[in-house]
């Protein structure tokens, strides 16, 4: 979209005696949007201009194409990218963690508060940029699953 | 109150107190996990390398290694020179001074701690001109982190708009020339538009078309229904899963959640980075799947993630809780300004409708803050017509004072259907929370939107997304509109009304009006009923707007219906008044509502009708029910929230709510300076209170401070791993603080005979966590904020196990 | 914390104690003198008929017929099943639980005694259809007062801008066709006026052309002159004289008194009938006189008298301190609101500048007494525009970013402007306190109205009243104004400007032009100067539209030198952000102001210019010293006035604060049941403090109550007067309050080690007048707001001795 | 003032081609309040009408002149009735009370709280309305004696 494109003057005029109404929309300065300048082929004779301008609103409008291309592709984007992370999550990522198993369903019977920081902790003492990313991708996994199980299982928040 | 362990006898011991601390370092002061990796360093190890301080020798060096910010141990008695040497501002004893999730923090506490922390610095900036310049950049880090949060809320809100308006009309259509303009951008240009379809452009396409070439008929007709309800279901179900996946705590509206957090309760990750991308997204998805519901109230809850955030980059704001809710505050506001266009509503709707502790500071910033994304939200100019919202109208038709009576009728019906709603709400809800119902929220949200997408399409009013409709509806028929509501038979004009301007006089009700009409009572039927299904799923879901609409459809059919020959009349402003009405009715805001409309609308004159309606909706809405759709959802959920608004009327006294009631066994309380370690840690385990108030000697009773069970554990903890020669049998000493170390909050008393109003008005007014009881000075008994609500729900009748936390 | 005074031995005595109560029962508790004469029956006898209740003799007997609503005497222990029959409805005993004159209300007794009587009526209300009638009409007597104080304070406004342009116009001139009109009412029907000299018509005759027949030429000019001088002594006199003869209390602006009284302190007839008489007619007087003073402060005590007076009518508030502070609350939002036509900035400058208890409640009550106030003014329509004041303008011009930096400029100029004034300013007034200057207020007033007179002739700007040269000012010069400062050249129109309206592009600045800004910027200085003296004289004297005015003139000055040729510029606009910044440097408003300046004009568009100009102007200002003129001259009398907005940075301790110093002798405690009559009489007598601790005994010193001085004499000396039997070596016995009579505040207890920021806290936030200080339960010591003010001095190294009352 | 007179519709003009600005008042119903009812000797041609009545800006305006000459009578007659009565206080009520001249001065030495309500309590318990109406004009008295001393003489209040 080019940058004239993104101003326009809309000019609508209602109907008048025998002339219906009619929308008229072109691409001038704020400067010229008026009435005169925008209804190209007056419908009424010279003396009546006056008048049927009268009855025209004029409106000077701006927008921004490029924000609204920009806005709506990093909304898809992060929309694909959740996406793709959520199907990672769902179908990757159990393969890849067969390792430890057991962690998981013991976490989801009991919850109390002292036994989950454990693996937390062990992360953050990681070393390496990599684990500690792990480490707290696994944190916040379970935070999340704490939340699903807190709002949608249990009902205790949010309901 | 501080306490100092001290020991007196050697050998080591292992306690199973030390899972205890990776947690707690790990979520020391941070709502979200985002801090972690970078602040993985800040761990125990930090703390050795405070040197020994002073000449105490043992006992000194514990003291001063536990001496902290957080304000937890101080070194005994009146001679605490030594730990003034220790810097407030290293790294405290961490954990000690937080609080646990679910928890509610000790306003007092906090706030006395951010003093000190400010005392110091004032203190320090006498000395370099280094520490001057921190001073001044922590005293301007309050503005700076207001300008962020309405830059980034202003901008998120802009996005929001775009991307909701886009994806709204993807399910009727979509554009060629580019695929990112919805359906207006798509025509801004055309000149093709006509009079009558102002919309229609050949660059626009529906799905019919696309599909089958034809735009009009009963196939094109079938096929756009059937991508209409498809593309509804594909986005509410996205909506679903993103918040199931990525943040359930994402869903809903937020804003009694957010009520909550502001009095000071902890729900950690609820305004998280994750929440703030989940609800952003899933926002847009759910809006413009047709659910009816709204953008406004979770944009209150985006604009407080942001805050939250932002907060991380700034100390003052990171390690203190009050402050913190002191910017949530402000980004309440903040983030009304965005959803309506309202900076001083929505600093006034901050103020009377969200939040706890608002001191005029805030009011200022806030102000502040809302102006700034106002100012943002405008530069962005989502709708393209440098309006904030889609529905501003300027009004500047005049009002009679006969038509009072139908804007307070009009109220009347507001608050009917205020009650009405927030019952069937609440109804719908428990039965979602206790029955099976609520085990299938994905199904539960997909059903809803199919029944929503198939009743909705046919009907133009229902179709168009709640926004639109309220514009379409306050529209001020004029001559220039084309909308079916205005199809009034079009007088033919002669030259002398050229003065006067356009006026609606003797323009007779066409045949086109009264088929809207039906539409429009059907719609509202419609929207009344599946908004009570509707708020309380699973996803982001607001309800401004959906009450708003219904006011104005209420309004519409009624001028519609009862006087299409009076001339007078201007519906759109009857649609507004009835929009405050609703709203007023199932929210109870009062000067924000009317002032929102104000801005709204930008003209005085309507104040008074707004007055009228509102007024009277929040009466009789309150002859029905005192609480409004907010304050129902905290109690539904037994949040512990103390209602500032409702005046405590009962008689009782401290006594009669204080614990350990008569037949109790006595209150569990430490002795200043003859308990073990064993004792105390066997007292600590055997209870679960939250915090154990210390007394001069069993005997006696009296009062010398509080402890925090969790800051004892900490410590105790702490002087096991770090001290030599701590063991069960040492001997455990609580002094009062050194006048250097003063952040600790003391010990709130009443005497017994108190009258529970003033100490709920206590509670209220500092935001006390715990209160103790005295009588003639002995210690009779304890009083949380738990027991107060408890009480309160006693004496309402209700369940007081239905107050779940702390 | 209650007392019960048991006599032991019998004997009557005469005691000096009785010439207490004829004052007592007359002050009771009407801030006025009109309740007395109807009221005079209320005296003694009443509690005589009381029958005596229960089956205790003559303890009951004393016990009940002192025990009352206002809680100053109950009955022993907890078998308080007798007091209950006693209706808390009856007159209480005279005198007891009020306040004297210059002394401080406690909030917590005075809220939780209408809670009690709420309570009652709420109990009373099951038992009868009329007690439910008259709990329903209690419930809403609140709202119907705020309708009263609205419609009164709405009507006198109206009045007063009526009376006060009239009288102005006489200065010049009067009308012939009816002495009753102003210059503007006079022409109003006429056809002689013309474009350039709108306001000439041949009814409205000049004092020149009346006494000399000749309306131009030197001699009609001195004629003018002199008869400008002639009324403008005249009035100045009358007003000075009015006020010194009737109600002294209606000099000055009343705001920082108003702050005071808010905040709990009591002056006795400040808001009284005649105060509100004098007010009213001695400010029509003294702004017509030409002085630099504005009408807006002043009806803000307007406004508050109004409501005192109507609280009269209705019990809830008649008798209750707290209650009423409440009202007028509100009161000062409708000031505002009639002040200056913006309800909403009203109750956010009541919310802001004068509250210090402003519940939700209050909000949206004062919401609504400021609307019905506004409207009620503009049905008045005082002006024949439909505006509420005279300086309201709507623009439409847009502003560009850029300008941002000229409106920051104008705000540091207001902020220069506003510091140096409020030092001038308070010097001044400190002169005219403490030298002989004082001693002759009313030459004083004399002297400055010749000299404002003498001088403001010659110069055009000065010569009109200040809110006519702020409209002039603010106006957007547009085609149609004949002002001189739109003295540009006229352009010749051509067609094609028709649609895009009249613009105000390449019109060259006219020679008038210059001349004009001259004249402003000669306008500008003499204002500065002769505010500062003006300001603080005895006449009711506001000081919004000076500081307003001050504004644009220098805005219009720099609009005028800088840039004659920029096109874009609106003069308007910069007047109108000039005013802000100049006003929010004086006055250091913030929101509220904005908000004001934002309902003047209508649109939100100005909202930005208008808060970076205020904002920069508060920060530049802050710079020079922290006070608004408000809080200045607050400080400058010694009011007890806890400002709510600063924090208190200090960190002593409460025991570094509290009485008895280290070097003093110990507290006066009074103990719970060893004491004769003749003892307390002679602490009572040796002492001064307003009121005692009690405790267990003198050994222990456990804290049981504290008890008020002026309590306990009415007490003791009914109880001479009444009962037989008591003599001074009497028992008197003080004991925990039943639970049926809760209305006495509980002694607040903090410990010593509190930090003191945090008492501060509590002093502001539940509106204590005293609080004790405990170390483990044992009574140390006593703070009083007076104690914390004086240490608040003592830390900004300001004489402490300059708090002079309680 | 009749009532007609109460309501107004004034057009300004401004200057157009070589015609002077011109101010046009009329006493017409706010309908009829437009250029073309109000300006009535039409300055310009009937085909220049309209572009001149654009420039014209026309304002209808109410008052009530009744408003306002009630308000300047009640306010003239306060103030007359206030001057009155200080007269009355100054010069003719010390001749009326000689009776009792010594509590005059004593009330001006010393204003100790205790000693002001005597006269006041007696006077409150007056039998008649007329010795009520005069206690409680003299308890004003002495109140606003108070005040003078306070605000102007020791600028204690008000300052």
Redesign the interface.
Known sequence: AKSFEDVRCKCICPPYRNISGNVYNRNVTQKDCNCLHVVDPMPVPGHDVEAYCLLCECKYEERSSNTIKVTIIIYLGVVGALLLYMLFLLLVDPLIRKKDPYTQPLHNEEDSEEMRPRPEAAASRGNTVLERVEGAQQRWKKQVQEQRKTVFDRHKLLS | ?FRVLRTTRGGGMETDFE?????D???EDDDD?MV??AG?TL?FSSTDDVPPLGAGGLDDYFGSSSSSRAGVTGVTGMNGSAPKLVDPLDDPLPGVGTY??FNTIDW?RE??RD??R??EI?KKSRQSTLALLRSVSDAFSGWLLMLLVGLMAGALA??ID??AH?LTDLKEGVCL?????NHE?CC????E????E?DRCPQWQTWAQLISGQSQGAFAYIINYLMYLFWALIFSL?AV??V??????A??SGIP?IKTILSGFI???YLGK?TL??KT?TL??AVSSGLSLGKEGPLVHVACCCANILCHLFTKYRKNEAKRREVLSAAAAVGVSVAFGA??GG?LFS??EVSYYF???T??RS??AA?VAA?TLRS??PF???RLVLFYVEFHAPWHLVELAPFILLGIFGGLWGALFIRANIAW?RR???TRL??Y?VLEVLVVTAVTALIAFPNSYTRMSGAELISELFNDCS??D?SQLCGYK?P??N??D???G?SLADRPAGAGLYTALWQLALALIFKMSITVITF?M?VPSGLFIPSMAVGPSRAGCWVGWCSPGADCITPGLYAMVGAAACLGGVTRM??SL??IM??LT???EY??PL?AAT?TSKWVADAFGREGIYEAHIR??GYPFLE??E?????S?AVDVMRPRRSDPPLAVLTQDSMTLGEVEALVESTHYSGFPVV?SQE?Q????FVFRRDLLISIDNARKRQEGVVSASLVVFT??A??Q?PE???F???D???M??TV??FR??GLRQCLV?H????LGIITKKDILKHMAQIANRDPDSI?FN
């Open positions: 109150m899972r205890l601390h990776p947690r370092s790990a979520e996990e972690d990796i993985a761990d646990e999730d007092v706030k006395s003093r000190d400010h005392r004032t802009g996005g775009i991307a886009w020339v580019g695929f990112w303009f951008h801004w240009t055309s000149n538009t006509t009079f009558q102002r996205l899963t993103l199931r996946a990525f943040a359930p705590y869903c809903g959640e729900i950690r990750g994750w991308i989940t997204i847009v998805l900076p001083i600093v103020l009377e001191p005029l500071k009011l200022w102000f502040f102006l100012f962005i100019n393209g017509n440098s809800c979602r929370k206790t609520g085990h929220p001559l220039l084309s079009q033919s004009m030259i002398s050229t003065g006067a356009n309380g699973k009062t000067v009317v002032v104000f801005e930008g003209g005085l104040i008074v007055m007024m539904l959920n500032a608004k005046e405590f009327e009962h008689s006294l001069v006696s009296r009062l010398v401070g009062e603080h006048p250097a003063a909050a003391p010990p008393t009443v005497t005979h108190t009258a109003d003033i008005d206590i007014k500092l005295t003639n000075g002995r210690l779940l």
